[in-house]
Structures are given as structure tokens and as C-alpha cells.
């Protein structure tokens, strides 16, 4: 229970359970147990670094002592159940699985039922479009640190530790201690952060931070590599908050008014012309970063184009 990554042993342990069945179908003693982790190593654990342990923690499976361990095997044998699962649970850690969806099955069926909390439940990540979205409102040069920012925090919750202090970006994630499980893990995690589907094999085709930030943007489409279609909308979001926060104005003079008011209708005439016609051929405009003040420039300038005598 809870030995992610032993795919080895799984066809042993069937052939184990099915020879106990087999047994106790013709009256013969047998049981199997199915084990959680024990602190004392063996040749199963004691390759574990503290990311497994990290992550064994944050499973819901604790350690169990060699003589409480023993203590469960005598109780399992004196049970005279075919199959028990003999382990230890950290029920503050079930608790905020299962807040976050993530129970296993055997823990989440009829009957199971955890302990009140004796401690504050921490608050599950916030929904996945909202990392989109706040990304997506920012200008295309912040957009990078903000995801980066979004993965380190991913990167050191899988290994343990508290801060993402000691995540240095531009280091391979491998140096920092992640193997074949930690790295499902963390892709598992930035498909529940960033909504996305991500590869298995994305702590290995994008080694560093940095490199996995700069896929996921280019996931969503926000990586700036062109005016598209969302950033055409940013651009137009910005633009209506700043004519509409300068019509709130008391300070606004008419004439100011009035130029603007003809240089919203002349692009839109312009637009309308396009639509029809096609698109004529001019200078690319990053409309991602651009300030308001260049926004207003771009307009006097689509106006100047379509009558120079304005």
C-alpha cells in the first residue's frame, strides 16, 4: 500500500494472493498481507531519499515502527482473514486528500471514515483557470516569472520543503533530486495547477524550471511569440478601461472627447472594411506590451492612414 513505483512486484504479490485464495478454498491455512511502509530499511526502501519519504508523507502513509509491525503480524494471523492490509495512516494527511479529491480507493469506499481534524485543513489550490487567466492579464515580458514562480512552488512541495528558496530555476531538476516517481508527481500537479494535460516525460523533455515554465506557456498560447487573438483581446481589454476610466474624468476637456470619440469610429470602420475585404499587409504591433499612450498613437495612426486630411 502506497509503494508507488514497485510495478516489479505486482505479479508476485498476485501470484501470492491467488495462491492464499486457493489454499483457503481447500481448507488449508494462508494468509496474505499487504504491508505499508516500515521504517526499518530493506531492500525495498532503502534507496529512498527524503523526496520519497516527502512523498510517502504527503500519501497518507506513515512509517511503521519494527515492533508495531511485528504486533500487526501476530494480530493479522490470529484475525483468520484471508487478505489484511497492515499499516499506518496519518489521518491529517488522508484528511487533506481527500479535500483535494485524491483518496485511493481502498480508503475511499463504504464505511471508511477519517478522525475529526485536529488541525486546519490546508486550502486546496485554486482552481486551474485561474492561473490561466491571471497569467493571461499580465503584459507578455511578465508572464514567464509568473508561471516560473507557479512551478517552483509545485517543485518544492513534491521534494518537502517549505519555500521555494532553494529551487534554483536554471538547475536540472534531477540535481535537485527528482527520479521516475517524483517527476510523475510533479507533472500530476501541474496538470491540476495550470488545467492542462501534460506529457509523463515532461521533468525530462523540459530538465529545468525555467524550461518547464516557458513549455507551459506555450501551452496556453501566452508565450508572446506573436500578436494573436488573446493578445489582441488584452490589448482591447486595456484600451476600454482606460477610454472608459477617462470618461469618468471630471478634468476631460470636449476637444478630447471628440478626438477620441472619431478615432474609435475610424477603426471600427476600418475593422468592418477588413472583415469584408481582408486584412491589408502592415507593420506587426505587439499589442501584449504596449502602454495605453501607444495604444492611442496606434489609433492616430490607423486614423492618419484612412484620411490624412483628419
Known amino acids: 500500500m502506497g509503494s508507488a513505483g514497485q510495478a516489479g512486484y505486482t505479479a508476485a504479490n498476485t501470484a501470492l494472493d491467488a495462491l492464499v485464495q486457493r489454499r483457503r478454498a481447500a481448507g488449508l491455512p494462508g494468509v496474505s498481507l499487504a504491508w505499508g511502509l516500515w521504517a526499518e530499511a530493506s531492500g525495498m526502501t532503502a534507496a529512498l531519499d527524503g523526496a520519497d519519504h516527502a512523498r510517502y508523507r504527503r500519501s497518507g502513509i506513515a512509517a511503521l515502527a519494527t515492533r508495531d509491525a511485528l504486533a500487526l503480524f501476530d494480530a493479522a494471523i490470529a484475525d483468520g482473514r484471508e487478505l489484511l492490509v497492515p499499516l499506518r495512516l496519518d489521518p491529517v494527511a488522508l484528511r ?3 479535500t483535494a479529491g485524491t483518496l485511493p480507493p481502498l480508503l475511499s469506499g463504504p464505511g471508511v471514515r477519517l478522525p475529526a481534524a485536529r488541525r486546519p485543513v490546508r486550502v486546496a489550490p485554486a482552481p486551474a483557470a485561474n492561473l490561466r487567466d491571471t497569467v493571461a492579464a499580465l503584459p507578455v515580458a511578465e508572464r514567464h516569472d509568473a508561471v516560473l514562480e507557479a512551478v517552483r512552488a509545485q517543485v518544492a512541495e513534491v521534494l518537502g520543503h517549505s519555500g521555494t528558496d532553494r529551487i534554483d530555476p536554471e538547475r536540472a531538476l534531477s540535481d535537485l533530486g527528482f527520479g521516475s516517481l517524483t517527476s510523475i508527481e510533479l507533472r500530476n500537479r501541474l496538470n491540476t495547477v495550470t488545467g492542462l494535460r501534460l506529457s509523463a516525460t515532461l521533468a525530462f523533455d ?23 487573438p488573446d493578445d489582441v483581446l488584452d490589448g482591447i481589454d486595456r484600451l476600454e478601461a482606460a477610454v472608459l476610466g477617462l470618461a469618468g474624468d471630471p478634468t476631460r476637456d470636449s476637444a478630447t472627447t471628440d478626438r477620441i470619440d472619431t478615432r ?7 475593422w468592418g472594411g477588413a472583415l469584408r475585404t481582408g486584412p491589408e499587409p502592415e507593420a506587426e504591433h505587439d499589442f501584449g506590451t504596449a502602454t495605453d499612450s501607444e495604444l492611442f498613437d496606434f489609433l492616430d495612426q490607423e486614423l492618419e492612414a484612412q484620411d490624412p486630411d483628419q
Open 96 to 98: 487533506d486528500r481527500a
Open 206 to 228: 523540459h530538465p529545468t524550471s525555467t524550461a518547464v515554465a516557458a513549455h507551459l506557456l506555450t501551452q496556453y498560447g501566452l508565450d508572446g511569440s506573436g500578436d494573436g
Open 264 to 270: 474609435l469610429r475610424a477603426l471600427m470602420a476600418r
